[in-house]
């Protein structure tokens, strides 16, 4: 079997896999978008009237109808096509399970309450179509105490070990942007399905595949749990360095002011601490018995830090990020906005934004995707509008 | 299912030489090695991989590991040697590292011309930042992770849990996977680029879009929500334990009032969500001496009782201990030799894995040499010898 090829040798990996997308939000149709962007045909069934809740949410993108106007649905649901389905009915589940049969992939978001409500035990489809691979994308899974709790972005971020660690010490622990845990279990949830199509290809076999965003965040942690198993320390936040109560202590992870705004510097190994001081032009803090261990440096980062805002003060972001970079070798990155994010050149350069025109002359710029590969090239398609494609799958009559 | 398949799970046909180090590319394979793939872990025996504090124990599970000098000429002819047998090779260097051992994809495809070769450098491997050193933390903060963590008061904060490596991985599984795919459609291998910096970018797709329509820049202001309101985390009894809740509703906030009970609160409009944010620090004040009362477990069990979103702000340690995790076996128990039985995370990736009970914990620098270079090289007993004493090959203690 050949490939789906695109031209210039690429090929869409996932061309002639349909995928039903019965998920709403941002978890599950992140992960359907990934599926799209490859080649797959994602038809996503949204009830009526208003569809997927994040049609209604924002952030908003100024001059388009209401229901097509959000930023989040509008990224999250490229290259789908839009069923306008009442599956919660009897008669609209029967439709439905009509149309599960001629799906490779069920991507569904059913927690347990739903589950219980409507009657869908985990094996309903999969019983039925053995090479079916249906993921369910809840916030704690089917099973154990919190599976019928309710969730939301910075609950899970709470429960997951993220909150804790950001933000100033003894002071409110911080939220990471938007809707992170949704992104990291959509990722996951491509994974899986992935995996368990290569499975299917082997052994003819589909899968119920049972995904939980908080065991996704649970195992994305660096060192969080090691720092108690193995040094008796609890990892905290610490603003913008890391804490000084652990072998990982050290002096320059740190975010410093200069001309136009803040730098991050991410100084971790002992030849970056020499060179950092050669570049400041403190070569003498390199033998000095102040400063001779990483937990000296630590302890003194306070210091530290007024001697490398001398030393940047009076330039800019990208001045010090190429001098720094290009000369000493050191991690450093500005601290960009995201109008500044949008212009920066090495995201230009490699092309990840694309302009897509959502009508009413509104063009709008959304990330690619991270990666540049051979023979892959991420096919972008438009949000649908709600129910766009409905007559295409549900007979009138 | 046959039952080979199950035991020895859905990747069990696939190798992949891993020449990452530290986060994202060790654990994109470890997934991988979890579901049965047979991860070839190339380590440079002059760099410790197990230590006191843990920090490649947990994510080099699962793999065999050879110790080899790259930069001694038949050092590198054992890579070449391994290439050949294998589905993927995948590194996380600067891009002129591996170009200066001469094993870029250029070389390494006219050894074995399916390779899929997957690099994972701070910025990609081309463009004016490409050779630029970088670090998790600092790859969130050129895609605008920091500029959008902060208390309001103009400092970004990083996320404290150096974000690019997490995302990163997640991805690299996907894009492996589906080269994998193409591979065994079309014969062909290839190159995959995936940049540290790109992926949290777009874990930020709805603000780009926003942005670009807007031209308003979003600024954080602690966990404050446009769309939820009250949002945030709340101190509770006892030393840093605060929970997190989140009302996304009016019916979810007519429980949690009642909850609360506060005359403060009784005293103002807050049916609708404008009422709430136009009144958010009365609310939050009142939620804040309501919890700073109790014991966060108790806060959250009522809470959840009564339909409100919410969840205890777990610190590493009390992750180890979550109710829900164990409940559901989600953690890895595992005892090393010099450091003793200590808890990992499992997979949070549902399908056909090796059974829990037959993974093995990380191996140290070149403990499979002998059994890689002989059983998969056909390498002799005197040649392995040859190979040690001019320190190419590293065979462990």
Redesign the interface.
């Known amino acids: 079997?050949?490939?789906s090829h695109q031209g210039n040798?690429h090929?869409l990996?996932?061309n002639g896999i349909r995928v039903l997308e019965v998920s709403e939000g941002v978890a599950g149709p992140y992960c359907g978008r990934?599926l799209a962007s490859?080649g797959a045909e994602v038809v996503k069934i949204e009830r009526p009237p208003h569809g997927d809740w994040s049609r209604e949410?924002?952030?908003?993108?100024?001059?388009l109808p209401i229901g097509d106007n959000?930023?989040?649905y509008?990224?999250?649901n490229q290259g789908k096509k839009s069923v306008l389905l009442e599956w919660t009915s009897s008669e609209g589940f029967q439709k439905l399970q009509s149309m599960v049969s001629e799906f490779d992939v069920l991507l569904e978001d059913w927690d347990l309450a739903l589950r219980d409500e409507i009657g869908i035990p985990s094996g309903k489809f999969i019983d039925s179509d053995p090479r079916l691979i249906e993921?369910s994308v809840t916030p704690?899974?089917l099973?154990?105490?919190?599976?019928s709790?309710?969730?939301?972005?910075?609950?899970?971020?709470?429960?997951?070990?993220?909150?804790?660690?950001?933000?100033?010490r003894?002071?409110?622990?911080?939220?990471?942007?938007?809707?992170?845990p949704d992104?990291?279990t959509g990722?996951?949830a491509?994974?899986?399905i992935?995996?368990?199509?290569?499975?299917r290809?082997?052994?003819g076999?589909g899968?119920f595949?049972?995904?939980?965003m908080?065991?996704?965040l649970?195992?994305?942690?660096?060192?969080?749990?090691?720092?108690?198993?193995?040094?008796g320390v609890?990892?905290?936040?610490?603003?913008?360095q890391w804490q000084r109560e652990?072998?990982?202590a050290s002096y320059g992870?740190t975010?410093l002011p200069c001309s136009d705004g803040?730098i991050?510097?991410?100084i971790?190994t002992e030849d970056q601490w020499e060179r950092l001081c050669a570049m400041i032009g403190r070569t003498d803090l390199i033998d000095d018995p102040d400063y001779d261990t990483r937990i000296k440096r630590a302890d003194n980062s306070e210091y530290l830090d007024t001697l490398v805002t001398e030393w940047i003060a009076d330039r800019t972001r990208q001045e010090i990020?190429v001098e720094t970079?290009?000369i000493w070798?050191?991690?450093?990155?500005?601290?960009?906005?995201?109008?500044?994010?949008?212009k920066?050149?090495?995201?230009r350069?490699?092309e990840?934004?694309y302009d897509q025109d959502l009508g009413d002359s509104?063009?709008?710029?959304?990330?690619?995707?991270?990666?540049?590969?051979?023979?892959?090239k991420p096919n972008i398609g438009l949000p649908p509008s709600l129910g766009e494609h409905t007559e295409d799958f549900l007979a009138t009559n | 299912?046959?039952k080979d398949?199950i035991s020895s799970g859905?990747?069990s046909?696939i190798r992949v030489l891993d020449l990452t180090r530290v986060?994202a590319g060790p654990?994109a394979t470890r997934?991988m090695g979890d579901?049965g793939a047979d991860i070839i872990k190339i380590s440079d025996p002059r760099v410790q991989l197990l230590s006191?504090?843990?920090?490649n124990?947990?994510l080099n599970r699962n793999k065999r590991n050879i110790g080899v000098r790259l930069d001694i000429e038949e050092g590198r002819d054992v890579l070449l040697g391994l290439v050949k047998k294998s589905d993927v090779i995948i590194e996380n260097f600067r891009p002129r590292v591996m170009r200066n051992l001469n094993i870029g994809y250029d070389v390494l495809k006219t050894v074995k011309p399916d390779i899929i070769f997957v690099s994972m450098p701070?910025?990609?491997v081309?463009?004016?930042?490409?050779?630029?050193?970088?670090?998790?933390?600092?790859?969130e903060?050129?895609?605008?992770?920091?500029?959008?963590?902060?208390?309001g008061d103009g400092?970004?904060?990083?996320?404290?849990?150096?974000?690019g490596?997490?995302?990163?991985?997640?991805?690299a599984?996907?894009?492996i996977?589906?080269?994998?795919?193409?591979k065994?459609?079309?014969g062909?291998g290839?190159?995959?680029?995936?940049?540290l910096?790109?992926?949290p970018?777009?874990?930020?797709?709805?603000?780009?879009?926003?942005?670009?329509?807007?031209?308003k820049?979003?600024n954080?202001s602690?966990?404050r929500s446009?769309?939820?309101s009250p949002?945030?985390?709340f101190?509770c009894r006892g030393r840093?334990q605060?929970?997190?809740?989140?009302v996304?509703n009016n019916r979810?906030w007519m429980n949690l009032k009642n909850l609360l009970n506060d005359s403060d609160v009784n005293d103002i409009q807050t049916d609708t969500l404008e009422h709430r944010k136009n009144h958010e620090e009365i609310i939050e004040g009142a939620l804040a001496k309501w919890t700073s009362r109790l014991d966060a477990f108790e806060a959250v069990s009522l809470l959840?009782e009564n339909?409100?979103?919410?969840?205890?702000?777990?610190?590493?340690?009390?992750?180890?201990e979550?109710?829900?995790?164990n409940?559901?076996d989600?953690f890895f128990d595992f005892e090393e030799e010099e450091?003793g039985w200590?808890?990992?995370?499992?997979?949070?990736?549902?399908?056909?894995k090796i059974p829990k009970s037959k993974w093995s914990g990380t191996n140290d620098v070149g403990v499979n040499s002998k059994e890689i270079l002989t059983d998969l090289l056909g390498y002799t007993e005197s040649l392995c010898k040859e190979l040690a004493s001019k320190e190419a090959v590293y065979f462990g203690d």
Not at chain 1, 344 to 347: E, L, S, V
Not at chain 2, 242 to 246: E, L, V
């Open positions: 079997m050949l490939g040798g090929v990996p996932l990934y490859m949410i924002g952030p908003f993108i100024e001059g959000s930023a989040l509008s990224y999250n993921i704690f899974g099973s154990g105490p919190y599976a709790w309710k969730s939301s972005p910075i609950v899970q971020l709470a429960l997951g070990g993220y909150l804790y660690l950001t933000g100033e003894g002071k409110e622990p911080l939220m990471l942007p938007g809707r992170q992104y990291l990722l996951n491509s994974a899986a992935h995996i368990a199509l290569w499975e290809d082997r052994s076999s899968q595949l049972e995904m939980s908080l065991e996704t649970a195992t994305l942690h660096q060192f969080t749990m090691e720092m108690t198993t193995f040094e609890l990892r905290m936040r610490n603003g913008n652990s072998s990982f992870i975010t803040y991050c510097f991410g971790s990020f970079s290009e070798g050191l991690p450093t990155a500005p601290i960009l906005d995201m109008a500044e994010v949008v920066d050149d090495q995201f350069y490699r990840i934004f509104q063009v709008v710029t959304f990330p690619t995707y991270p990666y540049i590969a051979s023979k892959m | 299912m046959a398949l859905s990747l046909d986060w654990l997934v579901f006191s504090n843990g920090l124990h947990k701070g910025f990609g081309d463009g004016p930042y490409s050779e630029y050193p970088a670090f998790g933390t600092t790859a903060a050129v895609a605008g992770i920091p500029s959008l963590i902060g208390y400092v970004p904060i990083s996320t404290g849990i150096a974000y490596d997490p995302i990163s991985g997640l991805n599984i996907t894009l996977m589906a080269a994998l795919r193409i065994n459609q079309t062909h290839q190159f995959i680029d995936i940049a910096s790109a992926s970018l777009c874990n930020l797709g709805e603000y780009v879009g926003a942005y670009s329509g807007s031209k820049v979003p954080p602690g966990n446009k769309e939820y949002q945030g985390a101190r840093d605060w929970i997190a809740i989140s996304f979810e959840q339909g409100i979103r919410s969840g205890n702000v777990s610190s590493g340690a009390q992750l180890l979550d109710a829900h995790l409940d559901r989600f450091y200590k808890r990992y995370d499992g997979n949070s990736i549902p399908g056909n």
